[in-house]
């Protein structure tokens, strides 16, 4: 527009801003705009803006920046949730070792803690060096960004949850299931329930999380790997046997696998389930309780004749018709679920992983075990209204 206007028209438009000194009253006195008067006025500025480009230029470089920052995030988060670990395990004496790569932050809740634990030890270590200074310590650990944050620059760089599918009941355990609570009206009694003592064995390993889902990128869920790690090779494992009742706490009893003359074996036997399990002086003076009925689940350790027979001669009452594939009814598996999310930190070898949990178990109140205990008159009346379906909510 400006090369359009003549010379002399330029110098009227100079003229009459510099007796007004405003560039919107000379734009409205010549009509035309307020950019055709600047560029007259600045014409080495190539009819720029350049009044608005002082304020934009700022925001513009703030935003970019942000923008970097962002990306740089999610390509942080993304590096954390594909964080890999190399495992050595066996499948057998006659084939070679060979390695497993585990996700070692396969949940946003993994990696927000793990963020918490970088910004903790970020703090003191500056405050150990102001400390060195003979100075105050003064620096304290920042605020890590939240779930959904997280969520966010994940999927932004290519990440997706994957979550892994529940295993259908097969048709014969459904009409166990549905049987087994008709055959048991005493579970509509809340008195009843209270004398209940529910058992079970649980494996706890280093790398366990709560959630079901993992990180994967977009596209290859076949990445996506069991959360449940169960194999003794396979990270810093332990197994150990606890039974809950109304009011009352076993002590944990940690599972060893090796057989007397100290080879190993790959599960829990009936042997040693009734010598160094159910002989426990606390836990057979519970059992043996007239007013309590112990509750174990079928594996083949509490349903061997030998066991049943154990428990018949020393004159306590079990249930004999738990039914198979059917831990959703007992409610000590939202226990285990609750120890798995207490622990925190992932401990390195097997011993520090037993006093991790022990310490978490001890921290479990009364009150907490009482009321997943009586969550299984609930179980059992939904199993029945869905035909031997879920118990779950």
């Known amino acids: 527009m400006p090369n359009l206007i003549s010379p002399e028209r330029k110098g009227e438009i100079k003229g009459f801003f510099t007796c007004c000194n405003n560039v919107s009253q000379t734009a409205k006195h010549f009509k035309c705009s307020p950019n055709t008067v600047r560029a007259i006025l600045h014409p080495d500025k190539n009819g720029r803006r350049t009044d608005m480009d002082r304020v934009r230029k700022p925001y513009r470089d703030k935003k970019k920046k942000a923008k970097v920052e962002r990306n740089k995030q999610a390509r942080c988060l993304a590096k954390l949730a594909r964080a890999e670990e190399h495992r050595v395990y066996y499948t057998g004496k006659k084939r070679k070792a060979h390695v497993r790569r585990l996700p070692k932050y396969p949940t946003r809740r993994a990696i927000q803690r793990k963020l918490i634990v970088d910004e903790i030890q970020k703090a003191n ?23 959904s944050t997280i969520g966010r620059r994940l999927k932004s760089a290519g990440l997706r949850s994957i979550v892994r599918p529940k295993v259908p009941f097969a048709q014969e355990n459904i009409q166990r299931r549905k049987n087994f609570v008709k055959n048991h009206p005493e579970f509509k009694n809340v008195a009843y329930i209270s004398t209940m003592l529910f058992s079970d064995e649980h494996f706890v390993t280093s790398n366990d999380e709560t959630s079901r889902t993992m990180w994967v990128t977009k596209g290859k869920r076949h990445l996506a790997i069991p959360r449940e790690r169960k194999s003794k090779h396979n990270a810093v494992c332990s197994q150990f046997w606890a039974m809950i009742g109304h009011n009352y706490k076993s002590p944990l009893i940690w599972v060893d696998f090796k057989n007397k003359d100290g080879t190993r074996r790959k599960r829990l036997n009936a042997d040693f389930y009734q010598r160094k399990i159910l002989s426990n002086p606390q836990v057979l003076a519970k059992l043996k309780d007239k007013k309590c009925v112990f509750v174990q689940d079928g594996a083949s350790s509490h349903n061997a004749k030998t066991t049943k027979a154990w428990l018949k ?12 594939h059917s831990p959703d009814m007992n409610p000590i598996e939202e226990v285990w679920a609750l120890v798995n999310s207490m622990i925190d930190a992932i401990p390195e070898n097997e011993a520090e992983l037993r006093k991790t949990v022990e310490e978490k178990w001890a921290q479990i109140p009364l009150a907490t075990i009482n009321k997943y205990v009586g969550s299984f008159k609930g179980k ?8 031997g379906g879920s118990a779950k909510k």
């Open 125 to 147: 270590a500056k405050n150990k060096r102001l400390r060195q200074k003979k100075k105050k310590a003064t620096a304290e650990p920042k605020d890590v960004v939240s779930l």
């Open 380 to 387: 059992a009346e939904r199993v029945y209204a869905r035909n």
């Open 313 to 324: 001669r020393r004159g306590i009452k079990f249930i004999e018709d738990w039914p198979s």
